[in-house]
């Protein structure tokens, strides 16, 4: 017949419909939407029934494709997922590796991970190769997208793919909130049609890693069949004896080893042979999964396997006391440590809140119940235990008779620094009347600071902690006393002792607190104290002073240096029968240095040691004129350079003088210039000097001779 059936107003064929109080609805059939064909899709007043459709398994992303240096490589899309799966390629490399995600793609964080083959992981945050393909657990729920970011590259070919799962199932986290009840509600999330296996394991795989499976070896779910799936739940029973291994795989050919939760047994590498139970492992990401006997063994045991989509998450909800305390066990992805257990860089840790009070008081109703950690202005209120102790064993007031003594008991001093004895009589006590004992052993006192203590007077004395136990002996004179107090305080730190006023006189039983200091000498062999007295002050032994050689003022006395004369060295520059330029010309000359008794050197420029000072005592200049007879008047400059080597042009011009000769054949001039005090040319390794002059004749030149004497020091 046809497909479509005509419908005629006023008749016709009749449709199926339903009268609502007046109002006539069409009532529809959900059938197959095969063509001519009127199977119904089934329902019941529960619903529709919905069927899985076949599971999909979700392709992987590469984010570094054989990296070799560093960079972010590809980002993948995460929107949707709550974990993503990480695989590392089992070529040998060196570099880090971080997983980052971002919500914008433009501000990148760090996230922690775990690495699924690790028998009780930490969270890590970074992958370090360790050269074999390996799984990490990364939760991305609320990014965007994720990316793998290489740092540190060394060497290698670095390959990452990401696989999304549906649920996180690496960890067991809880939530504690606030609910409108007085129970524990817990809500675990419920999953749809779980896939199962089963089978026996009998014999050892001899292919662990790849190949086909020896027979009886292995226990698996369907490659693919669990895609979306955040959990399997493993359950044995039977007689093998070899230790059992949980595998994946993201290519249905390379196998890597995965730990396990066993339920109320924490975190596993593997399941040893014959310890029946339950234990479950992360699916989220994986392609394939299964049990292999990986090591030798004897009996069979039969497993069954079961894939789920719910995950770990439990809701608490929690209001007023829980009966019992709730217990987080050991390897459930929290950082639970064991009493024996090593600290290691990075370890993560749990986060411990304390209420804010800005005045401390009791959070709980009766002794010995729980109370929170308190804090203030970021800082957590704490009570030192600083009260001191009245030791009743060693404190009295009961006035002695003449003579008599009181003798305390033993205090046990472990908890205590120091001791204070105070105590008054109306009448002086005995000499060293009062004993302040220490003792190792109760028993024996061998310590001992002892005090005289005057009439009418109170005194407090302060001593340190210095053995295990403490008494106090009080000896009176020979006089009954008409009221004494005495009374021991033992502090858990030492206070100050009491002060004493600069006019106060010092006798030796005085109660201050003195620092006494000696100055120290060195005799050649041992040290000594400094010697001295009142009436003379800090004793001097002259006789070890050097004789005075002149003079007649005493035998003995100090002889000084002056600075200038420290380290000095004798400097003389001269030069003889220098022949003068032509008339008016000013001529450098050539000088002889002379230093101590070193060989002599000449030159036109001179420059002081570096770091001395050339000290000038005096200078002659001469001039002397031709054997014929001719006049001539010569000038004669000394001259400096700041800045270097000095020239006939250099300045400053310091010094100048004049000599002159008649027209007398050979006749001489002669200048010399004392300097007392000298003048000084600072060494400073730049700063140079020279001697020019000039001389103004008619023919026939003149000759010249300088001499400058003084030190360097």
């Not at 039983?509 to 009142?534: C, H, K, P």
């Not at 200049?621 to 010569?634: K, L, M």
Request: charged residues 10%.
């Amino acid at each position: 017949m046809a497909d479509n059936v005509p419908i005629t107003a006023g008749s016709g064929t009749p449709i199926a419909a339903d009268d609502c109080s007046g109002v006539w609805f069409q009532r529809v059939k959900l059938v197959d939407g095969t063509l001519d064909s009127t199977t119904p899709i089934p329902g019941d007043a529960n619903g529709l029934r919905v069927s899985q459709g076949a599971a999909l398994w979700p392709a992987g992303v590469i984010l570094q494709n054989a990296a070799t240096a560093t960079g972010v490589g590809t980002a993948m899309d995460v929107r949707g997922y709550a974990s993503a799966l990480l695989v590392t390629n089992n070529a040998s490399w060196t570099a880090n590796v971080y997983a980052e995600a971002s919500v914008d793609d433009v501000n990148w964080v760090a996230l922690d991970f775990t690495a699924l083959v690790q028998a009780a992981p930490d969270m890590l945050s970074a992958i370090i190769n360790n050269g074999q393909t390996a799984f990490y657990r990364v939760m991305v729920a609320g990014y965007k997208s994720l990316r793998a970011r290489i740092t540190n590259y060394t060497s290698g070919s670095v390959t990452v793919t990401g696989y999304l799962g549906n649920t996180p199932s690496d960890y067991t986290n809880v939530w504690v909130r606030y609910m409108p009840t007085t129970s524990m509600n817990v809500i675990p999330t419920k999953g749809t049609t779980d896939v199962t296996a089963s089978g026996t394991i009998s014999a050892q795989n001899s292919n662990p890693n790849s190949g086909t499976p020896t027979a009886n070896s292995t226990v698996a779910l369907a490659n693919g069949s669990f895609a979306g799936m955040a959990t399997v739940s493993i359950q044995f029973t039977g007689t093998w004896n070899g230790n059992l291994q949980a595998q994946g795989t993201i290519d249905g050919t390379n196998w890597v080893n995965l730990s396990l939760i066993k339920y109320q047994g924490g975190q596993i590498s593997l399941i040893p042979g014959v310890v029946a139970g339950i234990y479950s492992c992360d699916l989220a990401g994986l392609y394939g999964f299964r049990i292999s006997a990986n090591s030798s063994g004897t009996g069979s045991s039969a497993f069954t396997l079961r894939a789920s989509v719910a995950s770990n998450l439990i809701s608490l909800g929690v209001v007023g006391s829980i009966a019992s305390p709730i217990t987080l066990q050991s390897g459930l992805g929290y950082p639970i440590r064991q009493e024996d257990d090593a600290s290691a860089d990075g370890n993560p840790g749990m986060a411990i809140l304390a209420v804010r009070h800005a005045t401390p008081a009791n959070t709980s109703g009766t002794d010995l119940d729980y109370e929170l950690l308190q804090v203030n202005n970021g800082r957590l209120w704490v009570s030192g235990d600083n009260t001191g102790l009245v030791s009743t064993n060693n404190s009295s007031a009961t006035p002695l008779g003449s003579g008599a003594v009181f003798t305390g008991t033993a205090d046990d001093l472990t908890d205590y620094a120091a001791v204070t004895v105070y105590v008054f009589s109306n009448i002086v006590s005995a000499t060293d009347g009062l004993s302040i004992q220490q003792s190792s052993d109760g028993t024996n006192w061998d310590h001992l600071d002892l005090y005289t203590v005057p009439a009418s007077t109170g005194k407090s004395f302060h001593i340190q902690a210095v053995a295990k136990f403490v008494r106090v002996v009080y000896t009176n004179s020979g006089s009954a006393q008409g009221s004494f107090r005495l009374q021991t305080v033992l502090h858990k730190n030492a206070p100050r002792g009491s002060s004493v006023r600069p006019q106060d006189a010092r006798p030796n039983d005085n109660d201050m607190e003195e620092t006494l200091a000696y100055q120290m000498v060195f005799n050649g062999t041992t040290w000594d104290r400094v010697r001295g007295s009142v009436a003379n002050g800090m004793a001097v032994d002259v006789t070890r002073l050097p004789a005075i050689t002149k003079g007649t003022q005493g035998t003995t006395g100090v002889t000084t240096q002056d600075l200038k004369d420290a380290g000095r060295t004798s400097v003389r520059y001269y030069a003889t029968n220098v022949a003068a330029g032509t008339t008016g010309t000013e001529t450098i000359f050539t000088l002889t240095s002379s230093r101590g008794t070193a060989a002599t050197t000449t030159g036109t420029s001179f420059t002081p040691a570096s770091g001395k000072t050339f000290r000038i005592q005096y200078i002659v200049f001469t001039s002397r004129g031709n054997a014929t007879a001719v006049a001539q008047v010569t000038t004669h400059s000394l001259r400096i350079n700041t800045a270097g080597a000095a020239i006939v042009t250099s300045t400053p011009l310091v010094l100048q003088a004049r000599t002159a000769t008649p027209a007398t054949s050979s006749a001489w001039d002669r200048v010399q210039i004392d300097i007392p005090d000298g003048y000084e040319i600072p060494g400073d390794g730049t700063l140079s000097f020279c001697v020019t002059a000039n001389s103004v004749y008619v023919t026939s030149a003149p000759t010249w001779d300088v001499l400058i004497v003084g030190y360097e020091y």
